[in-house]
């Protein structure tokens, strides 16, 4: 069976207690080889996650990072500071980080750099707004996007990238785009992640208001990878019920 990444992004929305509790009951859950999990953590809670869950069975990566690989950026986290923890992966180039703390390509690029220099694994997400939907210029964005996210890195090294698409429409709103628009888009993805990088596979997941009533249908399509989950992630019962709808 393929493998699939199940993905969690916590954002902002847990505290000490919470964590506690995820990771006592994601440490009892069964075995799922065919299954790669991993938790995007806040910054104060990283390290711990790090040293309490089993970075074989799930990896722990952070939200955000740097753009500038060290000095002085007083609140700022750098490639560097990930690695010496033992950060896995980080997300970049998440639409909240786009829209409202106005990132744009080239400081995403530099980060992809300072993280793949670091050995982390970036997770570069990608999407297109509601008005560019409604204009029919989704596959333009995304192919904007991909092209300047990534110019100049060495494809070689861009090996170990993952990327999800997260129409930024459906980005917890209970909204998802239909399973011919995902298939269509992440077809897409893969096909211009080819042309900049040639014979190279790159794992790319689905994203926005991924749930456990709706996650089955979307993790059955060929071309998704598996699935970068908001809200639901905080909720390990339903975190691991994702992860089941692999098998179904």
Known sequence: MKKKYIFGNWKMSVDSALIHGFVAKFAQRRDLP????????????????????DSSNCLIGAQNVCEYQKGAYTGEISAEMLADIGAKFCLVGH?????????????????????LDKDIIPLLCIGET???????????????????????????????LMVAYEPVWAIGTGKTATTKEIADCVDFTKDTLHSILGDVQIPVLYGGSVNDKNAGEILSIDVVDGALIGGASLDVDKFLAIADKVLD
Not at 96 to 104: A, T, Y
Not at 136 to 157: F, R, S
């Open 130 to 160: 509601l008005q560019e939907y409604e204009q029919c210029t989704t596959k333009a964005v995304l192919a904007k996007q991909l092209e300047e996210c990534l110019q100049g890195i060495d494809a070689d090294k861009l090996k170990r």
């Open 34 to 53: 065919n299954i790669e999990f991993g938790l995007a953590v806040p910054f104060v809670y990283l390290d711990n996650v790090v040293c309490s869950i």
């Open 95 to 115: 639409s909240e980080r786009r829209h409202i703390f106005n990132e744009s390509n080239l400081s995403i690029n530099h980060k992809i750099i300072n993280l």
